[in-house]
């Protein structure tokens, strides 16, 4: 079934999803349900979709993996940043590269192309702006939420060599509960049509992250 607009449908490619605990019909609970998870999630052409986690559940692994569609994502970004100010301690730049991001994702709403874009956690006025751009062309902010464990982020961060201090880790940890409870509500943010929250087991079942055409 297809993620849209209107019908509020996921496209399958794999087994019905009949048995995901329902929360409300523009929320999609998957998690703990791999077997039922379709490998396609697919929504409305010119559509944003907002990829949610805590830093370390794996957002970028899954959207390089599972998103042949444009797709804007802050590490991308900071890779960018680090190759041109080799040496320097991230923490100098960082500014720079969160500007960079968000310069990139707003050319990017401005061509109304279908997109898929990282979250950085905390900042929720990010997703409320999203909104705001998404309505303004006459389309739909979708989320996507990856709820891991805590441990199992600061394992990711660990596996790929970069940790966020416990300071800004507690603000995404925060930041991450009021979000996820707000969804499993139906309390969507700001402008948002529709939410998936997955776990790491569902979200390793999916094959692609699209839009139909």
Request: hydrophobic share 40%; aromatic share 6%; proline share 5%.
């Amino acid at each position: 079934m297809t993620v849209g607009r209107n019908t509020d449908r996921v496209r399958e490619a794999a087994a019905p999803v009949r048995h995901e605990r329902p929360v409300g019909e523009a929320v999609r609970d998957l998690r703990g349900r791999p077997e039922h998870t379709p490998a396609e999630l697919l929504f409305d052409a010119g559509d944003v979709v907002v990829v949610s986690g805590l830093p370390g559940s794996g957002k970028t692994t899954l959207m390089r993996r599972t998103v042949t569609d444009r797709r804007i994502d802050s590490q991308d970004t900071r890779l960018a940043w680090q190759r041109r100010l080799p040496g320097i301690p991230y923490a100098l730049y960082r500014p720079l590269t969160r500007t960079a991001h968000f310069a990139r994702t707003w050319w990017a709403l401005r061509s109304g192309d279908s997109l898929v874009v990282h979250d950085c956690g905390t900042q929720a006025w990010v997703r409320h702006w999203l909104g705001r751009g998404a309505r303004r062309r006459g389309r739909a902010l979708r989320l996507v939420v990856l709820d891991v464990p805590p441990g199992v982020a600061l394992e990711g961060q660990a596996i790929r060599g970069r940790w966020v201090s416990k300071y800004a880790f507690a603000r995404h940890r925060g930041a991450a509960r009021r979000l996820i409870a707000q969804v499993e509500a139906g309390r969507l943010p700001t402008g948002c049509a529709g939410a998936v929250l997955l776990d790491r087991a569902s979200a390793t079942v999916l094959r692609r992250i699209g839009f139909s055409a």
